[in-house]
């Protein structure tokens, strides 16, 4: 199994981990965030991590545990790749903790679960056959969220990935959206942490002419723009 196909094989493990989640959870107890949720709004590059947000920390725990159960059943099912299915991750980040709340609204608003309920969407998407119907974060707090961590990943191979991300949640977002990024933005991060951010996506922009180097500099040239 070569690089390509070994990462296509984690994804569709992954994606068939979240398919799992969303049967024995419920659609309404979780809402996905992070990659998987880029795709269910641009189907172009599928995750191997899973990202989701729960209202509290007894749905994280229990959430886990289930998480922990399905890994298992699935090693067991690609014994030839068991250790790299081990590598495959949830992250559940809890409504209530003070890292989302640290996110702000468009009213400068702490972020919260009735929030982010009230604004998620119900997406249907396939992949590799496979289609699951989950609840998905909106655009603009998805934005916010891959601008804090494009920022702070000590891969750059994860880095790069937020980006294009970045972009592809700008190509699907809404002039509402954009309306409301323009105002989540600063009232989620000081002025020095915007302007780090967007040197930053200047320095990637002219590092080379690759996908990601266009994707940042499209980024850059639109917060200039909507940041109010």
């Known amino acids: 199994m070569d ?41 172009e590059e599928p995750s191997v991590d899973i990202d989701i947000i729960v209202e509290n920390e007894n749905v994280r725990d229990i959430t886990q545990q289930l998480f922990s159960y399905i890994k298992d059943n699935f090693e067991n099912m690609y014994p030839d790749i068991k250790e790299a299915i081990k590598n495959i991750k949830l992250d559940i980040f809890v409504a209530d903790s003070q890292f989302i709340k640290n996110f702000k609204n468009e009213n400068d608003e702490p972020i919260d679960w009735e929030y982010i309920i009230q604004t998620s969407e119900i997406q249907e998407v396939t992949h590799k056959n496979i289609t699951i119907t989950y609840r998905v974060v909106s655009v603009p707090i998805l934005f916010i969220m891959k601008f ?62 690759d996908e990601t180097s266009k994707y940042a500099k499209i980024i850059t040239e639109t ?5 109010i």
């Open 3 to 43: 690089i390509i196909q070994y990462r296509q094989t984690l994804n569709k493990i992954s994606f068939e981990m979240l398919s799992t989640l969303v049967e024995e959870i419920g659609i309404d107890n979780f809402v996905v965030c992070g990659g998987w949720a880029v795709y269910a709004y641009y189907e």
């Open 148 to 209: 804090l961590s494009f920022y702070q990943r000590t891969r750059q191979e994860k880095t790069h990935k937020d980006i294009r991300d970045l972009r592809r949640i700008l190509y699907v977002a809404t002039n509402d959206d954009l309306y409301k990024i323009s105002y989540m933005i600063p009232n989620t991060f000081s002025d020095k942490e915007i302007e780090e951010r967007i040197e930053y996506l200047e320095y990637i922009a002219n590092l080379n002419n």
């Open 223 to 227: 917060l200039k723009k909507i940041i």
